[in-house]
């Protein structure tokens, strides 16, 4: 059998389990198991079935084994904000309601009102999005008090699947970074800052770096899945992991591309100026307490909305075909405008929006798809020049990881746009991200800059140049 650690990566439409591994001086990465996943309608919110992605994530285990892999790890990564409340025995006392649900509509701006963002933003570092951890419990609080008085424990996603295989309650660092109630400074929870909310502190866990490992998962499951090994945290916050995955030793920036597009540098320490503020940078956790100072953009998650409203007629791919063969149409949207978060009918949302600005609607779905693309590049370009004003300093490349960077027209709209040399790749950079985790807390691999030059051997990269005018 093949020893290997495995990665569940875990997004807003899918997961899957992946199996990693060094082979003849490269890494090597094998998708195990895929599995759908879906915002669900239940009591009135959007909520994720937390109990299809644990059952999901043991069949994956399962199938590893009948694959002939022997883990010796597991470690789990997912999207950031959403969480669980347990009560004092360890039961759910919440649904994972999603961050796209409205509970949060006008919250954040009541916690203005009570707090001032400035001060919230210098505590933290952290973005200000309306569907933040800070402000989903902020509506918690002021719908269901009695509820948030009898919870105990406070998990997010990852955190909760890793209680449920290990039995050991933990908040991993780099998610817990993204609730906006992480203190730059202690990198602990702001205690403060969550004394003035008026929420229980007694719910917050201890926050535990990537690579640490929990310990081995519980007997009776070992038994049921037919294998034991032991969990360990990546970086939970999949963007976290993804970063990871860097191929690049030299600066750059990056930008992860999927449901959500996060451009941005990594960096030694903090950046949360009044300038960065009123650019809503943020400042998250990363590996080694390194900081991913981004941006979060709307992405790929309205071509994804099209794609769903035209009953899955297209792939991606035709997208992309249909955008290159509309290239004389050139409206553009504002891709962060809060119409786009969750809107009811992401074409109509795209078209009024260009009615309201005075642009031609896009009729054909290649005009949707060359909208949304060549939107996203003018933001990208945006936010790039945003980060050389912050840091007072220009780069020369952007790396691109993720699904995301197999989309070449917006590679290359972005390298015109821009300027610059886009390098396109891995497109697993989130799993990858979360097995080279896996690998140092082994010892197999000694340092981040060793893990990113067996990257760089492992996997195919595509350049983009600027096309000249």
Known sequence: ????????????????????????????????????????????????????????????????????????????????????????????????????????????????????????????????????????????????????????????????????????????YTNATSTQLVNLETKDWDYALIDKLGLPKQIFQPIKLPKTALGSIKDSLAEELGVNFRVVLPATHDTGSAVIALPEQQETIYLSSGTWSLMGIEALEPIATEEALLYNFTNEGGVDYRYRFLKNIMGLWMIQEVKRLYNDRYSFTDFVSLAEQAASFNSIVDVNDQRFLSPENMIEAIRSYCRETGQPEPTTTGELARTIFISLAKSYQQTIEEIEKLTTRSYNQINIIGGGCQNELLNQLLADFSKKTVYAGPIEATAIGNVVVQLLEAKQLSTLTEARQLIKQSFPIKIFQPKEN
């Open 1 to 172: 059998m093949q020893k290997c650690h495995l990665a569940v990566d875990i997004g807003a439409s899918s997961g899957r389990v992946m199996a990693g591994f060094i082979n003849q001086e490269k890494l090597q990465l094998e998708e195990v198991y895929r599995f759908e996943n879906q915002m669900i309608s239940k009591d009135g919110h959007l909520c994720w079935d937390i109990n299809h992605l644990y059952q999901s994530l043991k069949t994956g285990v399962k199938e590893a084994v009948q694959q002939q892999f022997k883990p010796v790890s597991l470690a789990i990564d997912t999207w950031a904000v959403d969480f669980v409340l347990l009560d004092q025995d360890g039961a759910l006392l919440t649904d994972v309601i999603a961050y796209r649900d409205h509970r949060t509509d006008g919250v954040m701006e009541q916690v203005f009102q009570q707090i001032d963002p400035s001060d919230i933003y210098q505590r933290t570092g952290i973005q200000f999005q309306p569907f933040n951890t800070i402000y989903q419990l902020k509506a918690l609080k002021d719908s269901q008090p009695d509820l948030l008085a009898r919870a105990q424990t406070f998990l997010m996603i990852p955190d909760y699947l890793n209680y449920l295989l290990t039995g050991e309650k933990a908040n991993e």
